[in-house]
Nanobody
């Protein structure tokens, strides 16, 4: 079956960096667009970034532009999220998601999800 496994979360001070990874199995990874979402306590799950199957089309939510970078390695079936200049408001559980079709910004449009990895940014 399809599995998406996130890793790389942790506790970091404001201004620091983390690199999240999401390893996919059970699907033809290069046929899927991938995205990162996040969910803070008491809040809705929100879109962070997406990347199409080839890496040629990338989109970020405004709050992370210039600080986060999404990338993928189809040979390793892995998508990454490099997070720099982290802020306390970036604290959330981060999820990766996969979709065979158009990679929109709404969680309901995605086919598969990982279990999430906690990112905590202290002030």
């Amino acid at each position: 079956q399809v599995q998406l496994v996130e890793s790389g979360g942790g506790l970091v001070q404001a201004g620091g960096s983390l690199r999240l990874s999401c390893a996919a199995s059970g699907l033809t990874f290069s046929s899927y667009a991938m995205a990162w979402f996040r969910q803070a306590p008491g809040k809705e799950r929100e879109f962070v970034a997406r990347i199409n199957w080839s890496g040629g089309s990338i989109y970020y939510t405004d709050s992370v532009k210039g600080r986060f970078t999404i990338s993928r390695d189809n040979a390793k079936n892995t998508v990454y999220l490099q997070m720099n200049s982290l802020k306390p408001e970036d604290t959330a559980v981060y999820y990766c998601a996969a979709v065979r079709g158009f990679p929109g910004v709404f969680a309901a449009g995605y086919d598969y999800w990982g279990q999430g990895t906690q990112v905590t940014v202290s002030s």
